[in-house]
């Protein structure tokens, strides 16, 4: 198994060590697997998970949150019939399946809809995050708490 070696990033970059360990988890995970999935990006901060899962009944699927994990995961309860295949394609197992969420991405909806799980993301980015316009103040004006007031003082 290839392993990537992240020392040159933390010799210059502070605060990137959650990155690195998404990257090395991304990197060990499988690709594929049960059940088929898409990723689709729907709008410029939304994001909706497709999962085909032909067979399950909603009560069968559950979706979990936790430390920024998205696990996703199906329990198929034996049949009771015994039954005898020539040929069994169809996969009745169950499955557990986890995505790493970025920062402020939320699990918006989930629904199941003609044999496919859809669950639908969004990124809210806080207030105190996105970008603010500063005034630029002339010498004669304070900048106080986002009003700009002549200086009483000159």
Not at 105 to 113: E, Y
Not at 139 to 148: H, P, R, S, T
């Amino acid at each position: 198994m290839t392993t990537i070696d992240f020392s040159p990033l933390f010799r210059s970059a502070i605060g990137f060590d959650r990155l690195a360990s998404a990257l090395e988890t991304a990197w060990r995970s499988d690709t594929g697997g049960y059940p088929p999935y898409n990723i689709e990006v729907t709008g410029e901060d939304t994001y909706q998970i497709t999962m085909a899962v032909a067979g399950f009944r909603d009560a069968e699927l559950e979706v979990v949150v936790k430390d920024d994990i998205l696990t996703v995961s199906g329990t198929k309860q034996e049949d009771e019939k015994e039954r005898r295949y020539l040929y069994r394609g169809i996969a009745n197992r169950s499955f557990e399946r986890k995505f790493q969420l970025a920062d402020h991405v939320r699990v918006v909806d989930a629904r199941l809809r003609d044999g496919l799980l859809h669950i639908d993301l969004a990124r809210e980015i806080p207030e105190s995050m996105k970008p603010r316009r500063i005034d630029v103040r002339s010498e004669g004006n304070k900048y106080i708490e986002g009003e700009v007031a002549a200086d009483k003082a000159a």
